[in-house]
């Protein structure tokens, strides 16, 4: 009966240290300045530029005579990745090319791949 009741007390007294350490923990997150709603806001900042940026990619493509009507540009964070289909291995070639000229791109992956007739 003395060993049950040892264990009730030994099990009171973890629980007790676990929801402590869990609101210290909580507190901390707080304390430092990082709240739930500062990542949306880093967010929506992040995916602005990404737009930005994918749409002055497809507008050097555009003006450096690619056929863009095929080809997807997405943008993450610099890195940009060419999806789609060209009308030749040249056309892909070239996208590849402009799209490493355009300012804020840090990296392209080139996925287009030639139209099959």
Avoid at 5 to 34: E, I, N, P, R, W
Avoid at 58 to 73: E, F, I, P, Q, Y
Avoid at 80 to 108: F, H, R, Y
Wanted: net charge positive; with cysteine; proline share 2%.
């Amino acid at each position: 009966m003395k060993s049950v009741d040892f264990l009730k007390a030994v099990g009171g007294v973890v629980a007790m240290v676990v929801a402590c350490h869990t609101y210290a923990q909580a507190s901390d997150s707080t304390a430092t300045g990082t709240t739930a709603t500062a990542p949306a806001a880093n967010s929506k900042a992040a995916k602005k530029e990404n737009r930005t940026l994918g749409k002055k990619v497809r507008s050097a493509l555009t003006k450096g005579g690619v056929d863009v009507s095929k080809v997807n540009v997405r943008a993450h964070g610099g890195a940009i990745s060419l999806t789609g289909t060209a009308p030749d291995n040249d056309q892909i070639q070239k996208a590849g090319e402009i799209a490493k000229g355009v300012e804020g791109v840090t990296s392209v992956s080139n996925k287009i791949n030639v139209k099959q007739q």
